[in-house]
């Protein structure tokens, strides 16, 4: 029953962090209909510049919390507004194939610069404990922010000026800017939250996981299989598919073994891509 | 900044990436020697050492006057080629440096798979390719007649831990073994089966995991409510590092527990800090061996001493085998007396020799003979050998 229990919260922590890592990724194919490769590139820059904060300067790793995100905004918002503007009105393997080579560009410098061996903050914190199930503290903590910061951005969302133009945006473009939303800016904007997302991200995930710029490709891969299972372009749609995939994960790991606990997750999306291709919140609009 | 001058950098940070790519001068008195190696991308660390390695070597020969071949001294020269992590672009690189830059050998990359893809396109030229860092022997098993390895076979290692471990730690009676689903992982979890049950150990947990996983708490948790007195976890570094980390956070621990290969390598310990001690592996080759030799080193102690004024740190098997792998092709080249790639493959097939790494002798499979490869522990934040006795620094220490 321990056993369980402890897989259960396995599978939740991880799920929480899985949503994290694909908020921001769903955003931008939601609402600009382009599927970001950058996005596990963007996520690892922001544990390196935690990691090296933390390394040379002793920054607290949560206190990059504050840093990174607005320094990813600004980067996330420059990339839109200067290149991914420009081709954004055309069809979705063209703004594919430009993400696909920034990132490119951006893990390649980030291969010369950082180096792609494995670097882990050494800042332990320790575990809390109930009966036999174990709940490593920095986890606990990821997952605790990684929760509230997408309850912060769905609160964004709903509330605010700048995002209720972004859900208008994603609902009917054209209707949109008749009302006087100034599209390329919402754009970038949304962008800018995505890259922002990806680099709160990073920190959380440069407190619990090695930083290294072999995993790009691996985090991108679940952010595809998040936001299949939760569907498109929602906040609410990325965690619970986050949250399920977590889960999944950490079951079929127990009951088949970790080496098919990929499989699972992946048979399961392509169920849901046959039987309800929308995802399991997914609908037309956003929110 | 506009978008011109923005794309002109980008391009340009991209060119510098591959900037290593300069083209090999081609002059007749020079022996050539092609080596792709993974300069950027996830093998990065790895592919460095053996850069330096053969950096070292090359000095050293060329100091010497170079290579005398049939009563006539040529220098050498590596041509280094960044394939940057990329299985298919080593291959590329490969036909390459063959067809374009006429190189006269070939050293092969990083890791039994990469040695695997460069091996089979030199064995199509018939160019004979000496590989350093591939310890499978799927590798050697091919037929190819021009592939050559320094690093032993690993199956001794889990059959030397195993009956070491019993003898000194009887009351191990449970392993957990947990491997990556790769090339060298998945054999060295499947050899620690066998050996584990040959040495009367009841295999508690055997599973592997992919390649495309994040985490590990589910496969420890479930390893946890085995129990085992040993925990065996096969992978490359940073699987390693994150295994290690997930089991102090979840409280799992064993009086023994084994990481192939982490500890083998620095970077293992440097992330870990203080839960890196007592870890247990395997490895190759340590630089407290005691080999003395011929070659352009002369002694384990003298490449040790050279090793660390490259500023850094200690030198692993790779750095070591790397520099012996060039050190054998050397001999080769002298004993036939000719760059004749034929004539100089028969030579090392019947390379005999001893190195400062060690001796090296193919086996019909041009893989290195077996040896009792050193197990170690970090103790303190140090690597310490174990086994064989010649190099022993410490006794195995239980984890509390």
Redesign the interface.
Same mark, same amino acid.
């Given at each position: 029953m321990d056993t369980y229990i402890q897989v259960l919260t396995n599978g939740l922590m991880l799920g929480a962090l899985y949503a994290c890592i694909a908020v921001g990724f769903s955003l931008v194919w939601g609402v600009l209909n382009i599927i970001n490769m950058m996005h596990g590139s963007l996520i690892i820059l922001g544990g390196y510049l935690t990691y090296f904060a933390w390394l040379h300067l002793k920054i607290n790793p949560l206190f990059m919390l504050l840093i990174v995100p607005p320094l990813l905004f600004l980067l996330g918002y420059l990339l839109q507004f200067v290149m991914i503007n420009r081709v954004v009105a055309r069809p979705v393997l063209t703004t594919l194939t430009l993400t696909f080579g920034l990132d490119m560009i951006l893990y390649n410098l980030m291969n010369v610069v950082f180096e792609a061996t494995p670097r882990r903050i050494t800042m332990d914190i320790g575990s809390v404990s109930f009966m036999d199930v174990v709940l490593p503290g920095d986890r606990l903590l990821a997952m605790v922010l990684a929760l509230a910061l997408t309850g912060i951005l769905y609160g964004v969302m709903r509330t605010s000026r700048t995002g209720r133009a972004i859900v208008a945006v994603r609902m009917d473009r054209d209707a949109a800017a008749l009302m006087g939303i100034r599209i390329n800016r919402v754009y970038a904007v949304t962008f800018a939250i995505s890259a922002m997302m990806a680099g709160a991200c990073g920190v959380l995930m440069a407190v619990t996981f090695p930083v290294t710029t072999n995993i790009t490709g691996l985090l991108l891969g679940k952010a595809f299989v998040v936001c299949v299972l939760g569907g498109l372009g929602s906040v609410p749609g990325a965690l619970i598919g986050g949250l399920a995939l977590g889960l999944i994960e950490s079951l079929s790991g127990n009951w088949w073994g970790p080496q098919n606990a990929v499989l699972t997750g992946s048979v399961l999306m392509i169920v849901l891509l046959m039987t309800r291709p929308t995802g399991l919140l997914g609908k037309a609009g956003y929110e | 900044?506009r978008?011109p001058k923005?794309m002109g950098f980008?391009s340009l940070?991209?060119f @510098?990436?591959f900037a290593s790519l300069k083209p090999a001068f081609a002059a007749d008195d020079v022996i050539r020697i092609g080596a792709p190696l993974a300069l950027?991308? !996830?093998? #990065?660390?790895e592919g460095k050492k053996q850069q330096v390695s053969y950096a070292m070597w090359a000095k050293r020969v060329n100091a010497a006057g170079g290579i005398t071949v049939g009563g006539k001294k040529m220098k050498v020269q590596i041509i280094e080629v960044d394939y *940057?992590?990329d299985e298919k672009r080593a291959q590329q690189i490969a036909e390459k440096l063959i067809t374009q830059d006429k190189v006269n050998f070939l050293t092969a990359p990083f890791g039994s798979g990469h040695t695997k893809v460069v091996a089979g396109v030199a064995e199509r030229y018939g160019v004979p390719v000496i590989a350093s860092v591939a310890s499978s022997e799927s590798v050697f098993n091919q037929g190819y007649k021009y592939l050559f390895g320094t690093l032993s076979p690993n199956g001794g290692i889990t059959e030397n831990m195993a009956k070491m471990f019993t003898k000194v730690q009887p009351s191990i009676k449970k392993i957990a073994i @947990?491997g990556r689903?790769d090339v060298f992982p998945k054999s060295m979890a499947n050899e620690m089966k066998a050996s584990a049950e040959r040495a009367g150990l009841q295999v508690v947990y055997n599973?592997?995991?992919?390649v !495309?996983? @994040?985490?590990?708490?589910? #496969?420890l948790?479930?390893i946890?409510?085995s129990a085992p007195d040993w925990i065996y976890i096969s992978g490359y570094? *940073?699987d390693l590092?994150?295994a290690r980390?997930?089991m #102090?956070?979840?409280?799992i621990t064993a009086p023994i527990i084994t990481m192939i290969t982490g500890p083998a390598y620095q970077?293992f310990i440097t992330?870990?800090?203080p839960?890196a001690d007592g870890v247990t592996s395997a490895s190759w080759w340590h630089h407290s061996a005691m080999y003395k030799s011929d070659d352009v080193f002369g002694s384990t102690q003298e490449f040790y001493k050279d090793f660390l004024t490259q500023g850094k740190g200690d030198p692993d098997y790779v750095n070591a085998s790397a520099a012996a792998a060039l050190i054998t092709l050397q001999k080769a080249i002298e004993k036939a007396g000719t760059l004749d790639k034929v004539k100089v493959r028969d030579a090392l097939a019947a390379t005999n020799i001893m190195t400062f790494y060690g001796p090296i002798k193919f086996g019909p499979n041009g893989m290195n003979q077996g040896r009792e490869l050193p197990i170690v522990q970090v103790q303190k934040g140090k690597v310490v050998p174990l086994f064989p006795d010649v190099i022993k620094q410490g006794t195995l220490q239980i984890i509390k």
């Open positions: - | 900044m978008l923005l980008l940070a991209s @510098l990436t950027t991308g !996830g093998l #990065a660390d *940057q992590t @947990l689903e599973e592997t995991y992919p !495309g996983i @994040l985490d590990h708490a589910t #496969a948790s479930k946890k409510s570094t *940073q590092v994150l980390k997930q #102090a956070d979840l409280k970077e992330a870990l800090g839960v």
